[in-house]
């Protein structure tokens, strides 16, 4: 099983990206997908999660209303539009992949993780 993220960058406050999560080896349809986020000092954060019913998503209370998880099963890929940005944003973005769809703010009931894709929003 592997998963790919791609997409982070340098930015701007108030910039945009769109994060990737690529996924092989598993079956992609049936999982449940989830983005989480680390700074140094910090525990990982969970940022958003979709099921594997394309509308059935989760959102932390921080990216709300920026930030929107997506699907394409087709190309077995989920991905993560992030609008806005703040400088809190800053972080390194990872997604996790699980069966189940309870509990997915949980990275502990994520079997499956990607490397990680650094994202950092300037002020």
């Known amino acids: 099983v592997q998963l790919q993220a791609s997409g982070g960058g340098l930015v701007q406050t108030g910039g945009s990206l769109r994060l990737s999560c690529a996924a092989s080896?598993?079956?992609?349809?049936?999982?449940?997908v989830g983005w989480f986020r680390h700074t140094p000092g910090k525990e990982r954060e969970f940022v958003a999660a979709i099921n594997r019913s394309i509308d059935s998503t989760v959102y932390a209370d921080s990216v709300k209303g920026r930030f929107t998880i997506s699907r394409d099963n087709a190309k077995n890929t989920v991905y993560l539009q992030m609008s806005s940005l703040k400088p809190e944003d800053t972080a390194v973005y990872y997604c996790?992949?699980?069966?189940?769809?309870?509990?997915?703010?949980?990275?502990?009931?994520?079997?499956?993780w990607g490397q990680g894709t650094l994202v950092t929003v300037s002020s």
């Open positions: 996790g992949a699980r069966n189940g769809g309870a509990n997915l703010q949980y990275s502990r009931y994520y079997r499956y």
């Open positions: 080896g598993l079956p992609f349809s049936r999982s449940a």
